[in-house]
Structure formats: C-alpha cells, structure tokens
C-alpha cells in the first residue's frame, strides 16, 4: 500500500491525542512507585552475552501468530546469543494475568500491556513498566511514528492521564473493527452488501427469515458487546462526541444518542439476529463459527481478517460498517494494536529495547503484510494479495481520508469493562433496559473522572 495511506491513518488516529491534550495538563502524583529510564542504553546486544528473553504477547491467531513467530526467528538468527522464550495468552487471558506476573519477583521482559486507564496506566502507577523515552532518543522511534500514535502509548507520571507523557509502550499493526461478511451467503439470500443501516436492518430481518442465524456474536468476555455498542454509537453520533466522552472532556453516556444505541443493540437481541446464547460463547470461538458457516454477518476487527481469509478465501467480505445515509463518511472504533512494553524488573532492558526496535522496523512492516495482518505504519515494499486483505486495506484507506477512527470505549475507565460490559450483557439477556445500561456506565464514570 503506498506511504500516503498509512500516513493518512495515523493522522486519523493522532486527532484522537489532540481532543485529550486539549483537554488535559499533564500531572504528576508523588506518592506512586515510578520506574525510571536507563541513563545509559547498550544497543550491541551481540555483545550482552547469552541472554534468554521472556516475552508474553497475546498474538495467538491465524496472521497474528505467523507474524511473530517470523519475527521472532528473525530476531534470534540475527542474534544467536538471545534466546526468546515466547509465553503466548489469548487477550482475556492477558489481561487476567498480566498484574500479577508484573507484580511478581521474575517477571516476563517484554508484555503487550494494553492501552487505556484499565491496563497501561495501571502499570505505569504502580511502577510496573520501564519509560522508553531514552531508548526512543537512540531508536528514533517519534521520527518514524507520528506523534498521535506515540501519544496512544504514553502515561503521565502516577499514571493519572493517558494520551500525553512519557512513552511506555511501541505498536506494530494498524486496526480497526468493521463488518465482516459472508458473500455466498448473500448472494444466496439476494442481499448486496449494506450502504447504510436502514440497509443493514432490512439484510438481517431477510437473513432471520431464511433460517441463517444474521449475525455471528460471542459475547462471554463482555468486551465484545461493548464493541458492538461502540459501533453502534459512531452510527448515532458524531465522532468528535465519541472521542471527548471517552476521553473525559465533554458529555455524558446519557446522552439520547448514547442510549439509542444501547436501544438498537437490545432490539437486535430481542428479534434473535444473534448467535443463540451469545453470551456463552467465546469471543475467539466467533470467528471460528462464522468461518465454518454460522452467520451471514460478524462485527469484528482487521486482526482475524488472516485467519478468515486462510478458511474462506474469497467468500468472505469486509467493509466499514455502515453510514447513517448513502455516502456519507463513516466512523468506526480503532488505532493501533496492544503496545509491547518492557517490565520494570527486567534484568535484559537493553536487549528488550532492541527486540521490540526489531519487531516494529520497517522491514517488520513488511511481514505484516506478508502474514496478513495491517501494520501499523507504511510497508515499504509489500502490498496485500489477497481479495479480503485488500479490502481491509481498502476500508483503512477510506477512514483514513474521514478521519473516521475513534477510541475503544473500554479506555473510558479503568473498571469500565465490568462496569458496562456487565449491564450490556444483561441487556442482551433481556433483564435490563437500555437507560439503566446506560446510568450505570454513567456511574462509572462519573466515579472514575473524580477521582482524577
């Protein structure tokens, strides 16, 4: 894909950093723990001995997992003496897990510490993870990442403010959620793919009708309901809405718009346009059903897009979700993946600096072409072959030129996965409505900008 792409969409995602800047000073708690850069950095790690690496990542599907594994090899061929010893979760699983191996007396080196209040900022508090700012001054990472990508990745001091502060963290791939679908299954139900949601209601009411199950949902883990939700929201509302609530400088979850999304999301429950039971079934067991047939739809991010195009070749489809009214300019929840990040306790810091300068190279950019995934920043020398990972690529593109990309909701709060991903989970049983959803998000959050 050429430079002026991927520049474009990490323009789209560094206006998400300015809404926060405008609306936060930097600031500092004295009373927290806080781990410190290195003064000095060693980047011969041929010369650091013989050194084994313990890494955590959740990279555990289909291109995600080729990726790394490429990568990692890479990086041990280049350099005989390091040894990568490779702990791999799943997302859940990771974050389940990860405070209290952080907390431990031998931590992993290296971690995917996720962004937002709930994880990274967490860390960053209790002294959990090393500053990268002197390893970015030899790296040159803010000369090849704009400066709103960096800014996803960066903590004030206490971790009391996302967006802004020091560096903790350095990203390899691009995502985005958008709406995967099944072309046979469309075209065997006479439904071409929807342009708005009038459009997209009508194609799940013919999909119900038919037999097929609509819209492929599992939703055991909460976060993917809160997804869908914040899906739903940027079809209601404006994007700049979305970002400052998420962000804390303006509105309130609500809001009428906030609510009717809520709404829409327990109508499409009430009428069955989800996998039976959605609730029970795994987040990564979703895109494994819809590969092998159930449902005509699956909301979902450009990270299983490798998997699926492996099993479905060209059957399945991907697209932005739709817009409010016929070309009009979408929006959709993303930026860029889980950040890797060095613990504070490491006793390799310098070696897992230059692992993950190695595993974010430009050069890294091209094994995520090459393994299907999105990466992060231009890849200078491979484009995408296949018919689905160009439409990926494609659907980047156009929200790139909107500026069309808005924060995962789940950044709002630090307790907000449960706080709202709970009652959503409720909602979709059916045993409660969508405005107590939606105070009790508000609660949350209200509790949450306080305490700030």
Not at 218 to 233: S, T
Not at 265 to 285: C, Y
Request: aromatic fraction near 8%.
């Amino acid at each position: 894909m050429p430079t002026l792409t991927r520049r474009g969409a990490a323009a789209a995602v560094a206006a998400l950093a300015t809404v926060l800047a405008a609306a936060c000073a930097p600031g500092s708690s004295g009373d927290e723990p806080e781990s410190k850069a290195p003064a000095a950095v060693n980047t011969d790690v041929a010369k650091a001995g013989n050194v084994t690496l313990t890494v955590w990542d959740q990279e555990v599907q289909g291109g995600q997992k080729k990726q790394i594994e490429k990568l990692n090899a890479q990086f041990q061929a280049k350099y005989p003496n390091v040894k990568i010893k490779r702990v791999s979760r799943s997302f859940t699983d990771l974050q389940s897990t990860l405070r209290l191996a952080l907390s431990g007396g031998n931590p992993p080196d290296v971690v995917e510490a996720n962004q937002g209040y709930a994880s990274m900022a967490q860390y960053v508090k209790a002294g959990m993870l090393l500053p990268l700012d002197s390893y970015d001054k030899v790296y040159g990472w803010s000369k090849r990442y704009p400066k709103g990508l960096l800014d996803l990745n960066s903590v004030t001091d206490g971790g009391k403010l996302i967006g802004s502060g020091k560096l903790y963290g350095v990203s390899l791939n691009g995502e985005i959620v958008g709406l995967y679908y099944n072309k046979e299954k469309l075209a065997k139900l006479g439904i071409q793919p929807p342009k708005t949601w009038a459009e997209f209601d009508q194609a799940l009411g013919t999909a119900k009708s038919k037999g097929e199950v609509p819209i492929a949902f599992g939703n055991l883990e909460k976060l993917p309901a809160m997804q869908l939700y914040g899906i739903l929201q940027d079809g209601v509302t404006d994007k700049e809405s979305v970002r400052k609530l998420v962000f804390g400088s303006g509105g309130a979850w609500t809001d009428a718009p906030n609510v009717q999304a809520a709404q829409k999301l327990a109508d499409w429950s009430k009428k069955g346009f989800f996998t039976k039971d959605a609730n029970s079934v795994k987040w990564d067991d979703t895109p494994v059903n819809f590969a092998k047939g159930e449902g005509v739809f699956m909301f979902g991010g450009t990270w299983w897009a490798s998997e699926l195009s492996d099993k479905m070749k060209d059957k399945a489809g991907f697209m932005l979700p739709p817009a409010a009214q016929a070309g009009a300019p979408t929006a959709t929840m993303g930026g860029e993946s889980l950040p890797w990040s060095i613990t504070a306790k490491s006793k390799h810091a310098d070696v897992a600096a230059a692992y993950i300068n190695f595993i974010t190279s430009p050069e890294a950019m091209d094994v995520s072409v090459e393994t299907g995934n999105l990466p992060v920043l231009a890849a200078p020398s491979k484009q995408p072959s296949a018919t689905l990972l160009k439409e990926v690529s494609a659907a980047w593109a156009e929200l790139s030129k909107s500026d069309g990309v808005t924060p995962y909701i789940d950044y709002a709060t630090p307790t907000f996965a449960d706080a709202f991903g709970g009652p959503l989970q409720e909602l979709i049983a059916g045993r409660k409505p969508a405005d107590e959803v939606m105070k009790a998000a508000q609660d949350d959050y209200t509790a949450f900008q306080k305490k700030k």
